[in-house]
């Protein structure tokens, strides 16, 4: 593995002591690497991590989170081989389903972005489902990415601008960064303050990349599917420990 072999585990009493992040970004990665050292199929693997959502989004409220972001499938990852895709998706539909009530009971507000018109029906419908029932939720907004592409969702931004702009809405003079973010789908959320990927990669796959222009990264060794919300209270701590500058000078 190519990461920082930063494995380190906080516990909740010290995480409650301080500063946690308002908004915290997860690359889930690392099923199929799991699935393979056990010897069974990426599917599992797959499912393996599902555990692993739960373990967050409980940890992430009881820090005191505000915001989640969880990466969960990619406008890439739609070019994986058809059974994986089916699987993934397969397993979508039984998590939105199966977790539904429990978010909702727990204050959990759930919303999805990504180009959804790609998805099969059912996990269409699920996911509306999911994000009706949990939209009173105040504890925690969790958002999930699927079939998320950074790259395309900046380019549809500018597509809507420059159609007002030849609409004779808006002048270009006037489109600046403020008004750019107000086009992006998570245009009612903060910036993520700390992104975490899980499996030791060191890159971003194409997940929001205007957003974290100033998010701290922790990118640790473990697999998603052996993520828990000690990891997950463990990158908070190192977080507290950064010295965040925004490209200015301390006084
Ligand atoms: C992350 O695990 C889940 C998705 C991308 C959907 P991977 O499936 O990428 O697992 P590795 O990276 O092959 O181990
Ligand atoms: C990023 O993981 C996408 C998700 C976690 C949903 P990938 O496994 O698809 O990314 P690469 O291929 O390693 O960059
Ligand atoms: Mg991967």
């Known amino acids: 593995m190519n990461g920082q072999g930063n494995e380190a585990t906080a516990s909740l009493e010290v995480v409650r002591q301080g500063e946690v992040p308002r908004h915290v970004a997860v690359i889930m990665d690392g099923n199929g690497r799991w699935a393979r050292q056990r010897g069974l199929p990426r599917s599992e693997g797959h499912r393996a991590g599902m555990t692993a959502v739960r373990e967050t989004i409980e940890g992430a409220a009881e820090a005191g989170v505000s915001h989640l972001t969880l990466y969960a499938f990619s406008h890439e990852n739609w070019s994986r081989p058809p059974t994986e895709v089916e699987a993934l998706m397969g397993l979508l539909e039984e998590y939105v389903r199966s977790q539904r009530d429990e978010l ?12 959804l018109t790609r998805l099969p029906e059912p996990a269409r419908h ?22 998320y592409g950074s790259r395309a969702e900046i380019v549809d931004v500018a597509r809507a601008l420059a159609r007002r702009c030849v609409r004779g809405e808006l002048r270009p003079e006037e489109i600046d960064a403020r ?10 959320w903060p910036d993520p303050d700390l992104l975490i990927r899980t499996s030791g990669e060191q890159r971003i796959s194409n997940f929001l990349l205007w957003q974290l222009a100033y998010a701290e990264i922790f990118v640790t060794d473990v697999l998603w599917p052996d993520f828990t919300r000690e990891h997950l209270f463990g990158a908070f701590l190192e977080y507290r420990g950064r010295d965040r500058r925004f490209g200015l000078v301390k006084a």
């Open 126 to 147: 699920a996911i509306a489902e999911l994000e009706t029932s949990t939209a009173e939720g105040t504890t925690l907004d969790v958002h999930l990415a699927i079939s």
């Open 104 to 115: 909702a009971q727990h204050g959990i507000r759930v919303t999805v972005f990504g180009d």
């Open 179 to 188: 008004r750019f973010a107000a086009g992006l789908l998570t245009r009612d």
